[in-house]
């Protein structure tokens, strides 16, 4: 199959602007506001972000759903022995990006992350699907299994541990809140010329600039 020229592949970006007076007062309300509107578009997992973190062996990123978002911070939830988590507990300066492309929309988080109360993982966990409960269990996450049947296995296992009875939170597996110190709402635009709108913590208030595209 002939593969397509990728230096004529450009889409032009029509939908809108942003301009300062569309601005929230803070990068929280103005986050929830666009969710909303992804949300409203349809948009499929419009919750899923890009977690960008930096390791001994240089940065590293990935899709993560986001499960929690406040004046203080993202949250998403994940396995503490991960590649992820050990590089956020050595390093937790990190970046997220929700790419909301339908809507030529991004938005750039930049901050540090920290494990949330066991109380709230405990809480969250509680709601997850049975499966997906079983799953965080049975998957040793990032480490290296020999095929597709040893986690097969390994979930049958926590399934017939636990039965039909209530499933607690492992206790290797747990949730992060990611404090911003930057946060960005891009709007594509025509000719390229798109709106990069900053929000920048300034001690307890934010302040605003604009970016050229």
Known sequence: MQQPDLATLREEYTRGGL???????DPVTMFERWFAEATTAGLVEANAMVLASTGPDGPSARTVLLKGVGEDGFVFYTNYNSRKAAELDAQPRCGLLFGWYPLQRQIRVEGSATRVPREETEAYFATRPRDSQIG????????????REELDAAY???ARRFGDGP????????????RPERVEFWQGRRGRMHDRLLYLRAGDRWVTERLAP
Do not use: F, K, M, T
């Open 167 to 178: 499933i607690p939170a492992p206790p290797h597996w747990g949730g992060y809140r990611v």
């Open 136 to 147: 965080a269990w049975a998957s040793p996450q990032s480490a290296v299994v020999a095929s």
């Open 156 to 158: 049958d296992e926590v």
């Open 19 to 25: 301009d300062e007076p569309d601005l929230a007062a």
